[in-house]
């Protein structure tokens, strides 16, 4: 019959990066000086700040795969600015670009964000565009269809302000947009003598 003799157990011997660690050397205690170190708010910034960097980079990357005839031959990577997700207000990371103006005062933004509400990410690229009453407007853009329609409906020099009464449509040759928030003015009919 062999005996085993049962001794209480003995703690590990300390790994050198636990060296001069005080008097508990188990991996528990370990995990709890270590977890004190932690900066939980620099580690929030941390991943806002690398939200908005990936919105920079993939907007850059819708241009090129889905308007590699218009806004990727004219919107440089670099000139994309970064914004941190505000989930307060239901605000996630963005990317914006500008487009340019016609004078000092208002001018024409390309803005971007993922939207993953529903069914997986989708790409939403919005043109911000100046009015002549110092407001601005927004447009969502889906296609390089829609892009070319809005951009031939203009009447004003590229850069300016819109007209307040003026809307940028999207016509039946693009694709149809449920996103899309403006509103197709009604015209008034004209009696005719």
Known sequence: MTVIQLRP??????????????????????LCRSVRTVD??????????????????????????????TLAAVVPNLSWSGFVPLPEQGLPASAVAFLG?????????LHYSADDSGRGERH????????????YFEQNVDDED???????????????????????LIRSTSRDNPHDSTVTP???ATPTP
Request: proline content about 11%; hydrophobic content about 45%; some cysteine.
């Open 40 to 69: 939980l708010a620099e580690r929030a910034r941390e991943r806002d700040e690398a939200a908005a960097f990936n919105a920079v980079l993939t907007a850059g990357a819708v241009l090129v795969g889905s308007f590699p005839d």
């Open 9 to 30: 157990p003995q703690p590990p011997e300390q790994p050198e990066y636990i060296q001069g660690a005080p008097e508990d050397p188990s991996p528990i205690a370990a």
């Open 101 to 109: 103006a016609a004078d000092a005062v208002a001018g024409w933004w």
């Open 186 to 188: 009604q015209l008034k």
């Open 124 to 135: 939403v690229l919005t043109l911000v565009v100046p009015c002549s009453c110092g407001t």
């Open 146 to 168: 829609a892009l070319g329609n809005m951009l031939a409906e203009l009447h004003s020099e590229p850069g300016a302000p819109v007209d307040c009464d003026a809307r940028l």
